[in-house]
């Protein structure tokens, strides 16, 4: 991450002389830093998808061993108390149905986020084709008034 910091912030600054010769532009400034901002998250994505994904992995890992020691308590100790099976069958049929709506609504969440980046980047082209058309317009305008 420091170095995604490093290469951002080498951008070339121009010196105090080339500053007094530029003219501002109002648009220049809000595209560079619109862009640089864009960038940033760019290249912060894939750290923060892997991050999450390792997260997760973690969780796993650390579910996994806890039952893995659960089978061996159970071997020493529940066995012992000889809990009736149709109890533990209701509970495993709980769990069944719990785990069914729990992936049920990942599935669901996997799927509206599949259809919402297509949704916006369409939004995207239809709000650039009205700026294209708008910016056209205004320029034929005001050209017709520069020419009189």
Not at 29 to 58: A, C, G, H, W
């Amino acid at each position: 991450m420091e170095d995604t910091v490093q290469v951002i912030s080498k951008r070339p600054k121009p010196n105090e002389n080339e500053n007094k010769s530029q003219k501002i532009s109002i648009c220049e400034i809000m595209k560079t830093n619109t862009s640089d901002i864009i960038q940033k998250l760019e290249v912060e994505m894939p750290i923060l998808f892997q991050n999450y994904s390792d997260l997760y992995s973690r969780y796993l890992h650390s579910i996994q061993d806890l039952f893995g020691v659960c089978h061996l308590a159970e071997e020493k100790y529940f066995d012992k108390m000889q809990i009736d099976q149709n109890f533990l069958k209701t509970v495993d049929e709980y769990w069944k149905f719990m785990a069914n709506i729990t992936e049920s609504q990942i599935d669901l969440s996997t799927n509206f986020l599949k259809s919402y980046v297509p949704f916006r980047l369409s939004v995207i082209d239809s709000w650039d084709q009205y700026v294209h058309t708008l910016t056209n317009t205004y320029a034929k305008t005001l050209s017709q008034f520069i020419q009189n």
